[in-house]
Nanobody, 123 residues
Framework: VQLQASGGGLVRSGGSLRLSCVAS????????MAWFRQAPGKEREFVAG????????DYAESVKGRFTVSRDNAKNMVYLQMNSLEPGDTAVYYC?????????????????WGQGTQVTVSS
């Protein structure tokens, strides 16, 4: 499975961005997908995840109510709609995927990673 993320950029505090991640390869429709982020000098952290059906989602407390994860299996796409962005959201955002059961926040469980897209929120 290959992943490619896009949609990052520079936005002012309170603004919005939508990240996209396209998956290619076999059985991408049955794969768990998630978003992680890593700020300079910090560890990579879980942001949001979505099961292959799209019926179940999970969010980090810091983004709950502001970010929405969704997927379109027909297009092999997963999205992260980010609203009310704050300077603390500044990071490189990565999409990740693997064939694991349930929603998982541990980055070590994901085998497939995209290249990352930079999100910068100015105050």
């Amino acid at each position: 499975v290959q992943l490619q993320a896009s949609g990052g950029g520079l936005v002012r505090s309170g603004g919005s961005l939508r990240l996209s991640c396209v998956a290619s390869g076999s059985n991408t429709g049955s794969i768990l997908m998630a978003w992680f982020r890593q700020a300079p000098g910090k560890e990579r952290e879980f942001v949001a995840g979505i099961t292959w059906s799209g019926r179940s989602t999970d969010y980090a407390e810091s983004v709950k109510g502001r970010f929405t994860v969704s997927r379109d299996n027909a297009k092999n796409m997963v999205y992260l709609q980010m609203n009310s962005l704050e300077p603390g959201d500044t990071a490189v955002y990565y999409c990740a995927a693997d064939y694991i059961f349930g929603l998982q926040r541990n980055s070590a469980l994901y085998k497939y990673w995209g290249q990352g897209t930079q999100v910068t929120v100015s105050s």
